[in-house]
C-alpha cells in the first residue's frame, strides 16, 4: 500500500463495493457509486431541510438555498428567456450535482465524481441530446437554421455551415472535458505537493523544514481548487444554458 | 506521458493483469488496475447506472419538492412585500387626506371664530346703541315733561298774576272811589292795560 499512498493517480481508483455483474457488464456499487449518492443526499438535504420553516425572512441556511435558487433562475432567464423557464430544474440539478460533487471531492480521502471523464461526458450528453430533441421538436427542420449564420457571404457559406455544424458536435467534447480536465489537474496537482511533504518529512529535521514550502502551496492550491469547483460548476452550467438557448432560439445568433 | 502510457497498452494489460512498473502492487479483484482510472472502460456501466440512478432521483426529487417550495417561498415573500408596500402607499395616500381634511376644518374654524366675533362685536354695539337710544329718548320725555310742567306752572302763575292785578286794581279803585267796582271790568280792564 505504501506506494499508493503518494502516487497521485491512486485518488482515481475506483473500488467495488458491492460488485454486481450483470450480462457481463460492471454496474458494481463502487466508492463513486457511493459519492454520488453522497453528493445528491447532501444537496437534497440541505435544499429541503433548509428550506423546511418556509420562513418568510428566511435564516442564514435558507438564504442559501434561495441564492441558489435565484442564481440559476436569473442566469437561466438572462441565457434563453422566458420561455427557458421549464429547464429549470434540469440545469439546477446539473448545477447543484457538479458544484456539491466537486466540493465533496475537495475533502481528503473523498473521492471526486466529476475527476471521471464518462461522468462528465454522460452529463454534457445529456446536455447535448436534449438541446437537439428539444430543438428539432420545436423548430422541425427551422433548427438547423442554426448552423446557416445570418449575413455570411454566398460563398462563403458551405464554409462557414461545415465550421459550424463541426463546432456543434465537438460542444459535448469541450463540455465535458474543460470540467473533467480541471478537477483532474487540480486533484494530481494537490496530491504531487502534498506528496512532497510527506516525502521531505521523512528526510529527518531538514526535510521537515523544507516540507513547508510544498505545506504552503498546498494550503494555496485548496483555495484555488475550491474557486475551481465552484468556477466550473458554474461555467458547465453557463453553457448548458446557451447551448439549451440554442435549442429554443435557432435563429437568434 | 502517463496518460499515453496507459493508453499504449490499453489493450494487452487490460486482460493480463499488471504488467507496469508503477503498479506493481495490483488491488485484488482489479481487471484494468493500470490503465489511467478515469480512463478505464471497465467501470463504465458502472458509473453510467448509479449516475443515472443518483442524478435521476435528484432530479426527480428537485422537480417535485425542492424546487416548487423554494420557489413558493420567494414568491409568497414578494407578493407579501408588494402587497405591504400597496398598504404603505395607501395609508400615506389616507393620512395626506386627513391632513387636508384637518387643515380645511382648521380654516373653516378659523373663519367661523371671525365671524362669531364678528357678530358678538356687532351685536354688542347694537345693543350698546339701543340702550344709548333708550336713555335719550327717556331723557327727552323728561325734558319735555319738565318742560311742559315749567310752562303749565307760568301760565298758572300768570293766571293768578291777572287775578292778583284784578284784585289789586280793584282794591286800590275802592280806596280811592271809595265804590266798589264790578269784578268784571276791572279784569276787563287789567286785560287791556296788560297788553
Known amino acids: 500500500m505504501t506506494p499508493d499512498k503518494t502516487d497521485p493517480i491512486h485518488q482515481f481508483h475506483l473500488v467495488e463495493w458491492i460488485p454486481i455483474h450483470i ?12 459519492f454520488m449518492v453522497i453528493t445528491v443526499v447532501l444537496s437534497a438535504g440541505f435544499l429541503y431541510l433548509t428550506t423546511s420553516r418556509r420562513g418568510l425572512v428566511p435564516g442564514r441556511l435558507q438564504s442559501i438555498s434561495e441564492m441558489l435558487y435565484e442564481f440559476i433562475a436569473s442566469m437561466l432567464r438572462e441565457a434563453t428567456g422566458p420561455h427557458g423557464q421549464k429547464f429549470f430544474p434540469f440545469v439546477f440539478a446539473i448545477f447543484v450535482f457538479v458544484l456539491v460533487a466537486n466540493l465533496v471531492g475537495l475533502f481528503p480521502y473523498f473521492f471526486t465524481v466529476t475527476s471521471h471523464l464518462i461522468v462528465t461526458v454522460a452529463l454534457a450528453l445529456l446536455v447535448f441530446v436534449l438541446v437537439l430533441v428539444v430543438g428539432i421538436a420545436k423548430h422541425g427542420f427551422g433548427f438547423f437554421k442554426l448552423f446557416v449564420p445570418s449575413g455570411v457571404p454566398l460563398a462563403l457559406m458551405p464554409l ?24 483532474l489537474a487540480g486533484h494530481i496537482t494537490l496530491k504531487v505537493f502534498a506528496g512532497f511533504v510527506v516525502s521531505l518529512s521523512s528526510f529527518g529535521a531538514l526535510g521537515v523544514a523544507g516540507a513547508i514550502l510544498p505545506l504552503g502551496m498546498t494550503v494555496a492550491l485548496t483555495a484555488l481548487e475550491l474557486l475551481v469547483a465552484f468556477l466550473q460548476a458554474y461555467v458547465f452550467v453557463m453553457l448548458a444554458c446557451m447551448y439549451i438557448n440554442d435549442a429554443l432560439h435557432p435563429g437568434g445568433h | 506521458m502517463f496518460v499515453t502510457n496507459a493508453f499504449a497498452q490499453d489493450s494487452t494489460a487490460a486482460q493480463q493483469g499488471g504488467g507496469e512498473a508503477v503498479h506493481t502492487t495490483t488491488e485484488a479483484g482489479h481487471g484494468g488496475a493500470e490503465v489511467f482510472p478515469p480512463f478505464d472502460p471497465t467501470h463504465f456501466p458502472s458509473q453510467l447506472l448509479w449516475l443515472a440512478i443518483t442524478f435521476g432521483l435528484f432530479y426527480l426529487f428537485l422537480k417535485r419538492a425542492a ?28 393620512a395626506d387626506a386627513a391632513v387636508a381634511a384637518y387643515e380645511q376644518e382648521l380654516a373653516e374654524a378659523r373663519r367661523k371664530a371671525n365671524t362669531i366675533g364678528q357678530d358678538a362685536r356687532d351685536k ?72
Do not use: C, W, Y
Open chain 1, 160 to 183: 462557414v455551415v461545415a465550421i459550424e455544424i463541426i463546432s456543434f458536435l465537438t460542444r459535448p467534447v469541450s463540455h465535458s472535458v474543460r470540467l473533467f480536465a480541471n478537477m
Open chain 1, 23 to 34: 450480462g457481463g457488464m460492471n454496474f458494481s456499487f463502487t466508492n463513486s457509486s457511493a
Open chain 2, 67 to 94: 424546487l416548487p417550495r423554494i420557489g413558493n417561498i420567494l414568491e409568497v415573500r414578494r407578493d407579501r412585500i408588494a402587497q405591504d408596500l400597496d398598504q404603505a402607499a395607501r395609508m400615506k395616500d389616507e
Open chain 2, 124 to 195: 354688542a354695539k347694537a345693543a350698546a346703541e339701543a340702550e344709548r337710544r333708550k336713555v335719550e329718548d327717556k331723557l327727552n320725555g323728561d325734558l319735555a315733561a319738565a318742560e311742559e310742567r315749567i310752562a303749565s306752572i307760568k301760565r298758572t302763575a300768570m293766571k293768578d298774576v291777572d287775578q292778583i292785578a284784578s284784585d289789586t286794581a280793584s282794591a286800590i279803585i275802592q280806596q280811592l272811589l271809595g265804590t266798589r267796582v264790578d269784578g268784571k271790568d276791572v279784569a276787563a280792564a287789567v286785560k287791556s292795560s296788560a297788553r
